[in-house]
């Protein structure tokens, strides 16, 4: 059975590109969300295996989310996707439980070996 | 002939944004690397403004503020500006050099805003090159410290002369180390990308949204 997935991220072109790629290579994309309070609605709502985590967003980051996901559910798998890449934010993010830590902008392989790893 | 800028569409003006929140995302990161600091990001605004009100956006036309300003060119045309203010930028010349600044710039002062003009530029201006698949070549940047009206008015004379409107794409960072003293007040930093109106379909071609209605 293909992996169900939950796409985060403020933009729809962002979100449409990422279901893209994933749709393609065999995943199951089961819902999205524009913000981090949604994604945790949604987090409940559909148990993905994997969520794609945006950061800078509003109402609520990524990293808050992430946070909240964790609480949810501790062994949840968070792959954060953001054009901010500094090490504090990595840090941060792989500290809050986060799988792995993808910078935009991104090639479709780096989406694909990441997702594969933290599933794997 | 239609207006390239009112026809942009809703689901288009949201791609916009994304661009500027890798863009400045990616800039941010080459800052802090720079001064050793967390650098935090808003989420991008993307404005359709009449012409006049851009200066007034940025703060008045009579506000002093140090800008760095590069035309784009190649696959598409606009211009790039980065403003902060002068107290800001005070502090991270002080940041970086270890020395306080007088009222007037010293000339090191002076290159290490240009050098931090030049890197932030430089790192929006790849990311927005390796998402977009266009080919995008900055002009030296350009560093002054003068009244917003002055140096903006000479970057957004190319839009004047196509219409009266432009879309502005704003994105504001802020280093974290500054943000109990002078940030927070003075608005930290802005990129401000102003594609030439002409460059839209372009870019919305490079990323295959050309036809994305709102609706």
Not at chain 2, 99 to 125: H, P, R
Request: contains cysteine; negative net charge.
């Amino acid at each position: 059975m293909s992996a169900k997935i939950l796409i985060v991220d403020d933009a729809a072109f962002m979100r449409m590109m990422i279901k893209d790629i994933l749709s393609k290579n065999g995943f199951d994309v089961v819902g999205e969300a524009a913000n981090g309070e949604e994604a945790v609605e949604k987090y409940k709502e559909l148990s993905p295996d994997l969520v794609t985590m945006d950061i800078t967003m509003p109402e609520k980051d990524g990293i808050a989310a992430l946070k909240d996901i964790k609480k949810i559910n501790p062994a949840a798998k968070v792959i954060m996707c953001s054009a901010m890449g500094q090490q504090a934010m990595v840090i941060d993010a792989i500290q809050a439980g986060a799988k792995d830590f993808i910078v935009k902008p991104f090639q479709a392989d780096r989406v694909l070996e990441a997702i594969n790893k933290a599933l794997g | 002939m239609s207006d390239p800028i009112r026809n942009i569409t809703d689901f288009q003006l949201d791609v916009l944004r994304e661009i500027s929140n890798i863009g400045a995302g990616n800039a941010a990161t080459a800052l802090s690397k720079l001064l050793n600091n967390p650098v935090d990001m808003k989420v991008s605004r993307v404005l359709p403004l009449h012409f006049n009100d851009i200066i007034e956006y940025v703060g008045g036309a009579e506000n002093i503020v140090a800008t760095v300003f590069l035309r784009i060119q190649g696959d598409i045309a606009g211009s790039m500006f980065f403003v902060i203010n002068t107290e800001v930028a005070k502090r991270l010349i002080e940041d970086m050099l270890g020395t306080l600044e007088a009222d007037d710039f010293s000339e090191m002062g002076f290159s290490v805003l240009q050098e931090i003009g030049n890197i932030l530029s430089g790192s929006y201006l790849t990311a927005l090159s390796d998402f977009t698949g266009l080919d995008l070549q900055p002009s030296v940047p350009s560093l002054a410290i003068d009244m917003a009206g002055a140096l903006l008015g000479d970057g957004l004379m190319e839009i004047g002369r196509s219409g009266d409107y432009a879309i502005l794409i704003d994105a504001e960072i802020s280093i974290r180390k500054l943000v109990q003293q002078i940030i927070v007040q003075n608005g930290g930093g802005h990129f401000f990308l102003l594609p030439d109106p002409d460059s839209f379909e372009k870019l919305f071609t490079a990323l295959g949204v050309q036809n994305h209605g709102s609706s």
